[in-house]
């Protein structure tokens, strides 16, 4: 997450502060800050994602308008205000361009921006409008970012188009930007240091040159901050795949076969050498923190925490950082990874492939390398080498991997914009475990790959990153990502003509309103393609212990055709229990038999730091929801029981948040579960079919709900 990233949301009259990465949904978390408390603009921010923000005029100037005015009623007649995005531009551009051309802040001193624009303070303190944003989900923050994008863009067009192309004064406007709003001054540093030519460059070559809603509705396409009229979904702003449509000869031969019940006489040799199931373990979003001490101020007040910062308080028994690990907002120090590895050596001797879904670098994305993430990747790899030798191991590259974090590059841009440099640092590290050679073209293109394994499953390990959206990238070009993702149909092709079966690795999943709904769309298209020869997905990213059910776009009601399942994460970033999963596949269908969730407290483990952590399996997935088989009938079945029975969706969400003390202290109710039901079968952004079929399924009387 990102990795993604903490968004702001303004929630009846409060922010909820959700990191999305630890949170897959937004709607799960509840943590609302009450009415008008003074909390700085940091706070409030996207996590993690401070690029993006800055890009967006970081400046959330009317959020915190909002925020800091506190929340009084609408307009005098109780409807709502509305606001002319144009006019409120018009007033706030020379008010901010006056701020800027102060003097650089004090670290400890914060500007109320609200009373920039004193007139819009009653106004946009109640339920308000935008004129011409009718779909937008929360006004607020569709509002900041639509007139920050447009403060950003307007002055970098009089400095940069009209002026005398000093970029040297944009950044200085944006370094000074991010301090007025609150940020600390090294991380406004890192930041603008670290993307500013890339911003440039996606400036300079974009044609035409962006408008605020091309940034705003990727941005927060969770939102739906987009202008009437305009049409994130439509097809003509990206390209689509071509879909080849099956041949009836190749779908009898490959139709979908139940785990235990292919006539292995009918199988090609590589799947029929192999009575036992599989045992496959999935390990993701490690977030490995290098500089982690034990024992600093864990409650540092920036993206990412525990290490020692500039300015950071003492440290106290209450806010000390724990030994293994801490519920704020840490990654993991070394000894936390060597000790996943060793416990997963030692519990599960006998495994047959490792699946390593991303995210192996930290989140503090304003100090990064080239350098040091490679060291902190090296470190983890050669770890993972030397604990589990001669054991299988299929990873992919997470959004963190990059740097800086989160740009991955379109392939046709200037070469030292590319991101070569980690393509060509994979082959090398990953040649242990793949036929680099053979897939050499791919992941010079993109880092993506293709394998058939020892056991004869085809793997496909994408790099989905592109559509994350917070890839500034896709700002310079919406759907740059399309030959990824006609390979992935054309390698489905070849998989389905030669009867294999496929499982995919993708670090962001693709369901995620965080993906780029030009992906989503084109993905699940492939997925019902050829949901016939997908065994699985498997995801990371969300750092949550989730599944999604795949159901058809055009026939919802009908069974679902595809399963993505999370790994959860091995970092506690933000208030989670470390976790790994281990799977028990069918040897010939590849279809899970069973999946085990592994974890331990985090707060116990730290009560005792001279010992290991006391790892436990919290659930086998049969058991804890009592399933016949993980058939996707009976996942159905169960999600239809979700519908039904709150007491059982509640014990999914509890094990989606992987038992976390603070997170089950929250707890999660009413609209908090039935999102966490509807996030389970939701494929597509605003695609809310699935769901409410479900839920009209549920309350048929007749509809028969198996849970044995
Ligand atoms: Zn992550
Ligand atoms: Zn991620």
């Known amino acids: 997450m990102v990795c993604l990233e903490r968004i702001a949301i303004l929630t009846g009259g409060g922010f909820a502060a959700v990191g999305k990465e630890d949170q897959a949904s937004v709607e799960d978390s509840q943590k609302v800050i009450g009415h008008g408390a003074v ?62 051309e102060a003097a650089e802040l004090a670290e400890e001193e914060s500007v109320p921006l609200f009373e920039l624009l004193p007139e819009y303070r009653e106004r946009l303190s109640g339920n308000f409008l935008i004129d011409g944003f009718a779909r937008a989900r929360d006004a607020t923050r569709c509002l900041t970012c639509m007139s920050t994008s447009y403060l950003f863009l307007s002055l970098y067009n009089e400095t940069i188009v009209d002026g005398q192309g000093n970029t040297e004064r944009v950044w200085t406007i944006a370094r000074r930007i991010c301090r007025l709003l609150g940020f600390k001054r090294y991380l406004c540093e890192g930041v603008v240091s670290l993307n500013g030519a890339v911003i440039e460059y996606v400036l300079r070559h974009r044609t035409p040159f962006p408008e605020p809603e091309d940034i705003c509705q990727v941005f927060l396409q969770e939102l739906d901050c987009v202008r009437d009229g305009r049409n994130i979904i439509e097809a003509a702003l990206f390209r689509s795949v071509e879909i080849t449509p099956p041949d009836e000869a190749t779908l009898v031969a490959s139709t979908r076969d139940q785990p235990g019940s292919c006539p292995s006489a009918d199988l090609p040799p590589h799947r029929k050498y192999r009575k036992a199931p599989l045992t496959i373990v999935h390990l993701t979003d490690i977030h490995y923190d290098p500089e982690y001490v034990v024992g600093v101020n864990a409650d540092c007040k920036a993206e990412a925490c525990c290490r020692p910062l500039p300015g950071l308080g003492v440290a106290t028994e209450a806010n000390a950082a724990g030994y293994w ?36 670098v930290h989140h503090f994305t304003w100090n990064t390398t080239i350098e040091t993430n490679e060291d902190a990747m090296r470190q983890v790899f050669d770890l993972m080498k030397h604990t589990f030798p001669g054991i299988p191991i299929y990873p992919i590259l997470g959004n963190h991997e990059s740097h800086p974090a989160n740009l991955y590059a379109p392939h046709t841009v200037e070469q030292s914009y590319r991101t070569d440099y980690l393509y060509n640092f994979i082959a090398k590290q990953w040649a242990d475990w793949l036929p680099i050679d053979k897939i050499r073209p791919t992941l010079a293109e993109g880092g993506y790959y293709t394998v058939r394994t020892p056991f004869g499953l085809r793997i496909i390990g994408l790099n989905n990153n592109p559509c994350f959206v917070h890839n500034f990238w896709l700002f310079y070009s919406l759907d740059y990502y399309m030959p990824q993702l006609q390979w992935l149909h054309d390698t489905l092709l070849a998989a389905e003509r030669a009867n294999e079966r496929v499982h995919i690795l993708a670090h962001v999943p693709s369901y995620d309103d965080s993906c780029f709904v030009g992906w989503t769309r084109e993905y699940r298209k492939i997925v019902e393609r050829f949901a016939h020869i997908i065994a699985g997905q498997f995801n990371g990213h969300s750092h949550v212990d989730e599944f999604n059910l795949y159901y058809k776009r055009d026939d919802p009601a009908a069974r679902p055709v595809s399963v993505a399942w999370n790994g959860g994460s091995t970092t506690t970033f933000t208030k989670l229990n470390p976790n790994y999963k281990v799977f028990q596949f069918d040897p010939v269908s590849f279809e899970p038999l069973e999946q085990e969730t592994w974890m331990y407290n985090l707060t116990e483990a730290n009560l005792t730091p001279d010992s290991r952590p006391s790892w436990y399996r919290l659930y086998s997935f049969r058991d804890y929801y009592q399933l016949e088989d993980m058939s996707l009938d009976s996942l ?29 202290q929250d707890g999660c109710t009413g609209t908090c579960l039935r999102n966490a039901l509807c996030a389970i079968v939701r494929t597509e952004h605003e695609d809310e079919s699935a769901c409410q079929m479900l839920y009209e399924q549920a309350a048929q009387p007749d509809v028969t709900v198996s849970n044995n």
């Open 636 to 664: 159905h079945r169960l999600v239809l029981q979700f519908a039904r029975s709150e007491p059982h969706l509640e014990r999914y969400w509890r094990a989606k948040q992987k038992y976390s003390d603070p997170l089950l």
């Open 325 to 360: 690990g801490d519920y704020r907002d840490c990654d993991t120090p070394w000894h936390g990874v060597v000790d996943v590895m060793e416990h997963i050596r030692r519990q599960h001797p006998k495994i047959d492939a490792i699946y390593f879904t991303g995210d192996i």
């Open 39 to 100: 909390q700085s603009i940091a706070e409030m921010l996207p996590h993690g994602s401070l690029f993006a923000v800055l890009v967006l005029g970081v400046f959330c100037t009317a959020g915190v308008h909002v925020q800091a005015a506190g929340n009084t009623p609408g307009s005098p007649r109780g409807s709502p205000y509305r606001i002319d995005l144009a006019q409120y531009n018009q007033a706030l551009l020379p008010r901010v361009r006056t701020l800027l």
